[in-house]
């Protein structure tokens, strides 16, 4: 009888985390890096060499000081809906279709209407009257089906919208893609700075939050001029005449020419979907490239448009397509990836989840605003050199489950693939098991040799889905 019992009592504790164990492996096989020389030294778990995440960031005060200043003295009505309007477009904004795939729509439309035509009445024949008819119901179609991409004009009223929807959340991802260089590369302290659709100047505002020391020169490429006095204007505060907060910043509209002008960190977020091609998209990432001395920084939205402009960087970047090489030093995936291999998410076609991750932050003080916000977002970093400084740990992919006596990570590994492990301190150790339920999605777990079945991640979507 009390084995009976026994046998009950686990299966009623087996039944109600079935959810995840149905597409959990538990892998008998993890070690720890170096676990004989005590990697983690006397530094707690909460803050293991793979934690790159980021607490709740906060804009300069000065930069606060001056976006309130601006909206106090704006003539521009009904600031709330328009900035939220803003918002909801530039998240669910797609890339502009290229000229090949509407030709080749257009003619998979034009002949499935010519076969409903010849089903209807086989003997009949198409006029030049039936053709035009024709070619008009395929335009029609068209316009329906497809998403008519169209290139903003920030004016004045708009650049004010953009700072006042976008601003605050750009700072935030931009801030935390920089605190991962910081953190796993201490030693890099760059003295130039290149932006790549600077907008209303965040990039330089967050790279002087960190690198201000060292920082001599901030290059800010707009082309919108509207844009560009607004982003100067911010820099100096309250009065327009008064010199700007931190000196060395520069205004231009056009990249400069000469290959030989490099930055030790160039930026561009939120800009490659303002680009009409996928033409302009690569040969603006390997201009940009051409001008990286250490470090390229890419951030867009987190949505699957994001993450697909990003691996197409991320390929053009790889390939090296350039015929004129400038620079003989090898690219190398700095993060996300913890590899050089297609990404995984990519090559499942059911898989519907985009490659992001959150940062929460404090907005600006706006009355309709929140005390915190969260910007999913996602993010790119090459570097320049042998990439010694790459750890092969794998990068948390989703929010971390923290069971009894279990962890649930999801992991994009070094060999390419999506794995779904359960840590546990009786089979991995109570080290790896604590680092990681201090662990958040974005960091690294400090882990080798992983042996464990490819997560299906397109299941745990679709059961997700099902819950809610």
Known sequence: MATVWRLRRAWRAAASDVSFRGLASVIPKVTQVDNSSDFLGKIPHRQHP?????????????????????????????VKQQAKALTNYLWSRKRPLETEELCRRAQQLEQKLKAEVATQDPLSQLDRAKEKALKQKVLKALRKTTYHWVELNYTEELSFLYMAARMDGMFAAVSRAFHEIQKRVPDFQPSTLLDFGSGTGTVSWAAHNIWGKTLKEY??????????????????GTSPGQNLCFPGVYFRQFLPVSP?????????????????????????????????????????????????????ARDVILKGTDKVVHDSREPHIFAPCPHHLPCPRLASSDCTLPC???????????????????????????????????????????????????VHVHLCCADGSLQH????????????????????????????????????????????????
Request: charged content about 25%; hydrophobic content about 40%.
């Open 50 to 78: 793979g934690i790159v995440h980021l607490k709740a960031v906060r804009l300069p005060p000065e930069l606060i000081e001056s976006a309130r200043f601006l909206m106090a003295e704006s003539s521009v009505r009904d």
């Open 219 to 236: 290059m800010n490429i707009d082309s919108s001029t509207a844009m560009l006095a607004l982003a100067e204007r911010l820099m100096k």
């Open 260 to 312: 030989k002008v490099k930055f030790d960190l160039v930026v561009s977020a939120f800009s490659l979907n303002e680009l009409p091609s996928y033409s302009q998209r690569e040969e603006t990432v390997q201009t940009l490239w051409r001008k990286t001395d250490s470090f390229l920084v890419l951030v867009e939205n987190g949505t699957k448009e994001g993450h697909q402009m990003l691996m197409e």
């Open 356 to 406: 992001n991750f959150i940062q929460a932050y404090h907005p600006l003080p706006f009355s309709w605003n929140p005390d915190l916000k969260e910007e999913r977002f996602s993010f790119l970093i090459m570097q320049r050199g042998s990439g010694e400084t790459n750890e092969s740990w794998p990068r948390i992919t989703q929010p971390v489950l923290c069971r009894a006596r279990h």
């Open 421 to 468: 492990a359960v840590i546990t301190a009786q089979k991995h150790g109570r080290d790896l098991y604590r680092c990681a339920r201090k662990s958040h999605c974005g960091d690294q777990l400090p882990v080798l040799n992983l042996d464990s079945e490819p997560a299906l991640e397109e299941q745990m979507d679709h059961m997700n889905k099902g819950q809610s």
